[in-house]
């Protein structure tokens, strides 16, 4: 099921073929992370949307196993040519989430946290939440980091959910919400399934 003309292959393998790059990953936003998600060395990590896999690099060099899934196989070829140096357990595949087929690693509670950075906007958020907690072991982590519809510039609207959606992501589920930059135009949210 496609979203919109921003969920195919094709057009995120353009941008990439074209060099295009994303919000680098800071210092503050590995420590939020890995104060208010608590990881431990050997968690395992599914991430979706990797891109590049700067944020699977950055998970794996806190001791996590990580798999970035992205549908752009330019994507993947270039985050497995910038995984050269030893980065631990951490791999990279080409899925499209909006497929019926999930690939053979993702089982029912097989993984300890799932994340998507700056994606979520551009898929079915209902289908994705329902899968990640299908995913996560008993008390495991969805953690998400999305800008903030109006926080955006008119022409960057697209790449955002609106607080309302926000909220929605999060409902009936245990959440921590917090700024990751000084404007606050991009938030994360710590969801887990209520004990």
């Known amino acids: 099921m496609i979203i919109n003309d921003y969920a195919t292959a094709e057009y995120w393998d353009r941008l990439y073929t074209q060099g295009r790059s994303y919000r680098p990953v800071t210092s503050l936003e590995t420590e939020l992370f890995q104060s208010l998600v608590q990881t431990k060395p050997g ?33 993947v070829a270039e ?9 631990g357990d951490l791999r990279f595949a080409e899925w499209d989430i909006h497929s019926a087929t999930p ?12 994340t998507c950075r700056l994606t979520i906007a551009f898929l079915n958020r209902e289908k994705f939440v329902k899968d990640a907690f299908r995913w996560l072991k008993p008390r495991g982590v969805l953690h998400i980091v999305t800008p903030v ?24 589920l245990e959440q921590t919400r917090y700024a990751v930059d000084l404007d606050r135009s991009i938030t994360g949210l710590v969801l887990q399934q209520s004990a």
């Not at 968690?43 to 992205?70: F, H, K, N, Q």
């Not at 690939?103 to 799932?114: E, F, G, K």
């Open 79 to 87: 985050a497995t040519k910038l995984t050269e140096h030893d980065y």
């Open 149 to 172: 519809h109006e926080h955006l510039r008119p022409n960057e609207k697209h790449r955002g959910l609106t607080e309302q959606q926000i909220s929605e992501l999060s409902a009936g």
């Open 103 to 114: 690939p053979y690693r993702l089982v029912p509670q097989s993984v300890d946290i799932v």
């Open 43 to 75: 968690m395992t990590v599914v991430e979706i949307g990797c891109g590049t896999g700067e944020w699977a690099r950055a998970l794996a060099s806190m001791g996590l196993s990580v798999t970035g899934y992205d549908l752009s196989g330019v994507a």
